[in-house]
């Protein structure tokens, strides 16, 4: 079957093949210019851009550092508790003297420095407690600072002394 649909071969010695021109494949096409034009429009626009960007950037990055009050207080108030925990020791090592009015007052003292402390921890969060009273997740770290304050206003009511100068 195969065979009958072929052209049967000629003879290469045949004269007559030599007046036919050469046989030439049809010129492909191009792309249309529409597309081209498109395709160079979005090519240089893109390096335009991007040399652009590149020539405006900043030559240095801009850091901006907003220091808040409550930083400069949280600050302070650390500053304070540490201060609570020295003077909460050197109550503590009095309480054997002899001498009760100056351990009174001295008792006195920092008991007051040390509640003025907690109240300033209080006063600082108080914007961000729930209304329950309840410190939020993102602010649990304060919760350390309430208790070594709290720490310290317990070891201070346990040497309390039998009479102050009230």
């Known amino acids: 079957m195969n065979r009958a649909r072929r052209r049967p071969q000629r003879d290469r010695s045949d004269s007559g093949a030599e007046d036919r021109p050469a046989y030439k494949p049809k010129a492909k096409k191009g792309a249309h210019p529409a597309v081209v034009i498109v395709t ?30 409550t930083d400069k207080e949280y600050r302070a108030i650390q500053r304070d508790i540490s201060q609570s925990q020295v003077m909460a020791r050197k109550v503590v090592q009095m309480r054997n003297d002899d001498d009760s009015k100056k351990f009174a007052r001295e008792w006195q003292k920092a008991m007051n420095f040390s509640s003025g402390t907690q109240q300033k ?15 939020p997740p993102e602010f649990s770290g304060y919760n350390s600072d309430f208790s070594k304050i709290q720490t310290i206003i317990l070891d201070l009511s346990k040497v309390a002394p039998m009479f102050t100068e009230d």
């Open 121 to 135: 921890l209080r006063e600082m969060l108080a914007e961000v407690r729930t209304p329950e009273g309840i410190l």
């Open 40 to 69: 160079l429009v979005l090519l240089i626009s893109t390096v335009s851009i991007f040399a652009y960007s590149i020539l405006n950037r900043p030559k240095e990055p801009k850091i901006v550092i907003e220091e808040t009050t």
